[in-house]
């Protein structure tokens, strides 16, 4: 299983962007898609997970309110919009996704936000 993030970029601050997630290869079974960030210097930090079995969210607290993750299971994409960016959510995001019993992760995209 390959996971292929897009969509990051440069915009300034009270700007959106929309982080796309595509899942490819052989997947049995998929139960949870999500987005982390590491932001320069610091440790990666959860930011939002979507749980299939449950069809449930959760958000870190930083982003609640202002970011959305969505899922559209016939394209194996998971979405991530962010609204109301600041500079403080200058990082590169991650998706992951827990596929086969196993977890993944995709590449980076970078999302820098100016002031």
């Known amino acids: 299983v390959q996971l292929q993030a897009s969509g990051g970029g440069l915009v300034q601050a009270g700007g959106s962007l929309r982080l796309s997630c595509v899942a490819s290869?052989?997947?049995?079974?998929?139960?949870?898609m999500g987005w982390y960030r590491q932001a320069p210097g610091k440790q990666r930090e959860f930011v939002a997970r979507?749980?299939?079995?449950?069809?449930?969210?959760t958000y870190a607290d930083s982003v609640k309110g202002r970011f959305t993750i969505s899922i559209d299971n016939a394209k194996k994409t998971v979405y991530l919009q962010m609204n109301s960016l600041t500079p403080e959510d200058t990082a590169v995001y991650f998706c992951?996704?827990?596929?086969?019993?196993?977890?993944?992760w995709g590449r980076g995209t970078l999302v820098t936000v100016s002031s």
């Open positions: 992951s996704g827990d596929f086969n019993g196993r977890p993944y």
């Open positions: 290869g052989t997947i049995f079974s998929s139960n949870v």
């Open positions: 979507f749980i299939s079995i449950a069809g449930s969210t």
